[in-house]
């Protein structure tokens, strides 16, 4: 079966870090994006990797977030340091190439 599956998430305190994984099957992943919906928020893009391997970090985690894929292994990730209350939401994986696949999205609490 095709699938995106999101890992890594759960409850953090600010200032800790957590590296999300997003695991591709039935389909060799590439250029990919990940994107992060807070409660009550519109889904919006934190971080994107090219075909190629070049990253692009948005401004609400610049600084402290690196996205990258491990080809070998099919897998994209997230490393998110330094995390702040407003990281809080679920971070979903898509597609940026080819056909348009979500992951389920994986948790991220930023609490005290």
């Known amino acids: 079966q095709v699938q995106l599956v999101e890992s890594g998430g759960g409850y953090v305190q600010p200032g800790g870090s957590l590296r999300l994984s997003c695991a591709a099957s039935?389909?060799?992943?590439?250029?990919m994006g990940w994107y992060l919906q807070a409660p009550g928020k519109q889904r919006e893009l934190v971080a994107a990797?090219?075909?190629?391997?070049?990253?692009t970090i948005l401004d609400s985690v610049n600084g402290r977030a690196t996205i990258s894929r491990d080809d070998a292994k099919n897998t994209a990730y997230l490393e998110l340091r330094n995390l702040k209350p407003e990281d809080t939401g679920v971070y979903y994986c898509?597609?940026?190439?080819?056909?348009?696949?979500w992951g389920q999205g994986t948790q991220v609490i930023v609490s005290a």
């Open positions: 039935g389909f060799s992943l590439n250029a």
């Open positions: 990797i090219s075909s190629g391997g070049s990253p």
């Open positions: 898509k597609t940026r190439s080819g056909p348009t696949y």
